[in-house]
């Protein structure tokens, strides 16, 4: 005999194939031909309820439609009214029974109709977040879309696992296909009895409101009390979010629940005052997903299960045995009536109209109703990114001051307005760009670019690469303090040492077990050894798929040389003279795809290597996956900004003795106005375009799948289904498998833009804050209305990516250092200045910055095929950017001049000041500003006094009664 499915033992017989009456309590409903007979109350189950509590003259309870339908007719009766979970605006009105023509009826009549219907909708859809008996919440739903060839293995690993649930204490219900809107998925709903919660709170240290934090006004500055009294525009309206209370927490201990906030001592009983509030959503649906990812799906004796991995929900999830597992949301995130006049449905709507909806863009976030929607990690994300995001404010005002500043004195630039005007400077004979292919050309085709570096390349620009190096500073360490003050708030700051608890992909992969000294416990262990080998083979692995990502870089720097020769070559002088633009952009651009093409592959190659190496904790293992990617998205989106920074044109030679190390092909050579415009050209294609893609790519695919996955639900038109909330969950989109991480890693690159190469891009974080602004609205909008609720998970900061910041902010002294230096035309603009020009301008600075050659000299295979006499006429001298000279004791021969010597000294010394200034003005930064508030350290040490004292207390009752009961025995 085929076993019974878990929750299908108490179905009776009259009732089989009935997927509205599986495993539900009884109900009582009084209404004109509903059937009589009840199935019995499931074990575990509660005390009978309505669900929902309806009239006699409203319509049958959600599920149990046909039923009524069908005895109505019988005794030639039709009073029902069905329930359709569409809009109300896109009903089309009915037609006469009869005669089927349309009647029309009188206005208020029809806007009462649609009032009722509206209610109706409404009150139907909110009896789907909880269980049939109108009581029990449902803290999780298990959804699956079984098929009629289906592979009984799946079958038995849901029976399984469903019966391993219950064994844990779980309660479950079922909802089959046939009430589902698309009549193809079926649902089980998951609800975490009173008794198992408080069990696992206690094994999971769930912080609970201790006492009200009487501390908190009293440590107030009177600046923060007089600002408070300052109205402003980005503040949200506190009739809208009242302030909520904030309370000393401590670890849920069953033992001591007299001492939480929300218990009551009555009638020598301690009481709750509400348990359908003690315990967040959040804290539900996190200890629920627990139990889930624990639960075995096969027999422990299986043989198949011989090394314990055959466990956890995810598993069922990857192998397709449940199509989705999710926490339902709190409801519709939209509503016809004002949030102002009327209040919120629930806090899902709250959200999307304080936070989601794109007017908001300039509010502040509702970053504590954020963490209790969607859990401390997801609300710590949003809380980063909104502070990183008011901090570029200000430098991205500076680069556009900066921006501006070139742009108002561009025609005063004298090397540029000689290079364009002078009529001897601008009819130089520039030496051939490239073998064979280029003819010689004049300084004057040169202008357009020398104009245009300019913009990023004048005093100003190196100004304000001193200020982002700083700004760096203070950022990471104001949003440390602010991350301190967010760890007390949320009560995580002892999160990774004393709550986190092993991961079960690790428990279940680690076959040797020790005692844990901390905890006397046994635990999975990993030797030294195992581990060594471990990261060695990851690091190989590692350095080999880097250099992959360097031959990327290397097959784009072929590209330019090859292009960039083609178009020198060309005999139209419209493409001649913007070769190296063209070049340059069409290799930005095929860089671009590149970096996007193998970021899918990585990411893959990183996941894998991060499951070899077998971390402890999921803290543990996302430090170590998001190491790895960064490290690959650090050479793949950096690596072609560094050669051009620090490499095109530095290496070149000079005309006879040109370096021809790289496949004997002559290297790039930079225009004579430099490189920083190639390398503000490629930042700004790379920066800006990645940003377009992701925030189209974030907003169109969640959007298609949603829709391509309701449609089917949608064209069910049956008003005897509910389109119910776990259905139109089950709907929408999931959020990727990584988590946060996509995001996390979008900003982090972004910031590498802003600070690594700022020195030729100072408009970086003006469109970096522009992007940003859209993201956290773009990002609300997704996880509101587009993503199923994630699991609340916890976390006590942003994890390594702080680490990670910290290293760019270093490299980007470094970097910023090295581009004023050696990439831009500042330092030897300054040496001509004030130890070369004669009358102490840069008049006369293109001419000293250029040096001459006698063309006799020329190697075979860099003579012009064509020297287009015909302008030129007889060139006997070319002139080339560099500092060279011709030796007279050797013809021929060329070395460096004076100048190039004090330049050179003159860019190192810069060097080292602009880091010693930098280092300096950070370490004054980090002494200055303590990495704690003060008034968060009072706090805590106030919470632990009052967890002391707590214990105390409790110890002291539990001897008093332990006194009392041995007197009166």
């Not at 108490?10 to 409903?29: S, Y």
């Not at 399984?160 to 296909?177: D, V, Y």
């Not at 490299?811 to 910023?816: E, G, L, P």
Request: contains cysteine.
């Amino acid at each position: 005999m085929a076993r019974v499915p878990i929750g299908f033992e108490l179905q009776e017989e009259g009732h089989k194939g009935d997927p509205a009456l599986i495993n539900v309590t009884q109900i009582n409903v009084n209404y004109p031909g509903y059937p009589q007979d009840q199935p019995e109350v499931a074990p575990g189950g509660s005390e009978p309820g309505l669900y929902p509590s309806v009239s006699d003259n409203s319509p049958a309870p959600i599920g149990f439609e046909g039923h009524v339908q069908s005895e109505l007719k019988e005794n030639g009766e039709d009073n029902s009214v069905s329930v359709n979970m569409d809009s109300p605006q896109n009903e089309e009105a009915g037609e006469d029974e009869e005669g089927g023509a349309k009647v029309e009826k009188d206005k208020e009549e029809e806007e009462t109709k649609l009032i009722d219907r509206f209610t109706q909708q409404m009150i139907n859809e909110k009896a789907t977040l909880v269980f049939r008996d109108g009581k029990r919440k449902i803290d999780y739903v298990l959804a699956y879309e079984p098929e009629d060839n289906e592979d009984l293995k799946k079958e038995q690993r849901r029976n399984t696992f469903e019966k391993n649930l219950i064994e844990e204490g779980l309660e479950l219900e079922h909802e089959g296909k046939e009430t589902s809107k698309n009549g193809k998925t079926c649902f089980t709903k998951v609800h975490v009895p009173w008794e198992t919660m408080l069990r696992y709170a206690e094994l999971l240290n769930v912080k609970m409101p201790l006492a009200v934090n009487d501390m908190e006004t009293q440590l107030e500055s009177c600046f923060e009390n007089c600002w408070k009294k300052f109205p402003s525009p980005f503040e949200l309206d506190e009739d809208l979010l009242p302030e909520e209370p904030n309370y000393f927490t401590a670890p849920f201990n069953r033992s001591r629940m007299d001492q939480y906030i929300g218990v009551e001592y009555i009638d020598k009983e301690f009481v709750i005052k509400d348990k359908d509030t003690f315990f967040t959503h959040a804290q539900r649906s996190k200890i629920c997903y627990e139990i889930l990812s624990r639960a075995h799906f096969l027999d422990l004796d299986d043989d198949d299960d011989k090394f314990n991995k055959k466990f956890g929900v995810r598993k069922l999830v990857d192998n397709q045995t449940y199509n989705a597992a999710y926490p339902l949301h709190d409801g519709r995130y939209h509503s016809d009536h004002s949030l102002l006049t009327v209040g919120k449905d629930n806090d899902r709507h709250l959200l999307y109209e304080l936070w989601a909806r794109p007017g908001r863009w300039y509010k502040y976030q509702p970053l504590d109703q954020i963490r209790g929607y969607f859990g401390e990690k997801v609300g710590i994300y949003f809380s980063w990114l909104g502070f990183y995001t008011s901090m570029l404010i200000p430098v991205a005002i500076a680069g556009v001051v900066a921006f501006i500043y070139g742009l108002a004195t561009i025609m005063d630039d004298v090397p540029s307005t000689e290079i364009c005007e002078d009529p001897v400077i601008s009819n130089y004979t520039m030496c051939p760009m490239c073998d064979q292919r280029c003819s010689y050309w004049h300084l004057s085709d040169s202008c357009t670019y020398s104009r245009a570096t300019y913009l990023f390349d004048n005093p100003a620009t190196v100004c304000f690469a001193i200020v982002m190096a700083l700004w760096a500073s203070f950022f990471l360490e104001f949003w440390k303090r602010r991350q301190a003050e967010i760890e007390y708030e949320w009560d995580v700051a002892d999160f990774e040492e004393g709550e986190e608890t092993v991961r079960p992909e690790y428990e279940a992969s680690v076959s040797r077990r020790r005692t844990n000294p901390v905890t006397n416990r046994e635990e999975p262990y990993v030797p030294g050894w195992s581990k060594g080998f471990r990261y060695f083979t990851s690091f190989s692995i590692l350095l080999f798929f880097l250099a992959l990502v360097l031959a990327a870089v290397f097959s784009v720097i072929l590209y330019r040389i090859v292009m960039s020769a083609i178009l020198y070559g060309n005999s139209e002088s419209i493409i001649k003279t913007r070769a190296s633009f063209i070049s340059s952009i069409s290799a930005a651009c095929i860089n671009l795809v590149i970096i996007l093409i193998l970021n899918m592959f990585y990411q893959r190659v990183a996941y894998f290597l991060t499951e070899l190496e077998q971390h402890r904790t999921l803290t543990e293992w996302e430090d170590a996956f998001t190491f790895k990617m960064f490290l690959f998205q650090f050479v793949n989106f950096y690596s072609s900004i560094f050669y051009i920074a620090f490499f095109k044109g530095k290496f070149v030679g000079r005309p006879g003795d040109y370096n021809r190390s790289l496949l004997d092909k002559r290297q790039e050579e930079c225009d004579p106005s430099g490189c920083l415009i190639e390398l503000c050209i490629q930042l700004g294609i790379v920066m800006v375009g990645k940003q377009i893609i992701n925030n189209v790519k974030e907003i169109l695919i969640p959007k298609l799948m949603v829709w391509f996955r309701s449609r089917q639900s949608l064209k069910e038109t049956s008003e005897e289904k509910v389109y119910s909330r776990w259905e139109q969950d089950y709907n929408l989109a999931s959020m990727p498998a990584l988590g946060l991480f996509d995001e996390y890693l979008e900003m982090v690159i972004q910031y590498g833009f802003v600070t690594i190469f700022v020195a030729a891009f100072p408009l970086a974080p003006l469109f970096a804050l522009l992007n940003n602004v859209i993201e956290i609205r773009v990002d609300a909008y997704k996880f509101t209305t587009q993503w199923k609720r994630p699991l609340a998970e916890r976390a006590q900061d942003i994890g390594i990516w702080f680490g990670i910041l910290r290293g760019i902010s270093a490299i980007a002294v470094i970097s910023n250092a090295a581009i004023i230096a050696f990439t831009s035309e500042f330092i030897p603009k300054l040496v001509y200045l004030y130890g070369y020009s004669p009358d102490q301008t840069l008049s006369g600075y293109t001419n000293f910055s250029l040096s001459e050659f006698k063309v006799q000299y020329f190697a075979p295979q860099s003579v012009p095929d064509d020297p287009k006499m015909e302008i030129f006429g007889n060139v006997t001298q070319c002139r080339y950017r560099g500092y060279f000279a011709d030796d007279p004791s050797s013809p021929g021969e060329y070395k460096y001049t004076m100048a190039y010597w004090h330049i050179l000294a003159a860019k190192l010394a810069f060097v080292v000041v602009f880091e010693n200034l930098v280092v300096f003005c950070t370490w004054l930064v980090m002494y200055l500003v303590p990495d704690m508030p003060y008034k968060v350290k009072l706090q805590m040490l106030r919470e632990n006094f009052l967890a002391k004292e707590a214990l105390f207390s409790a110890d002291s009752i539990q001897k008093q009664r332990e006194r009392k009961n041995a007197s009166s025995n």
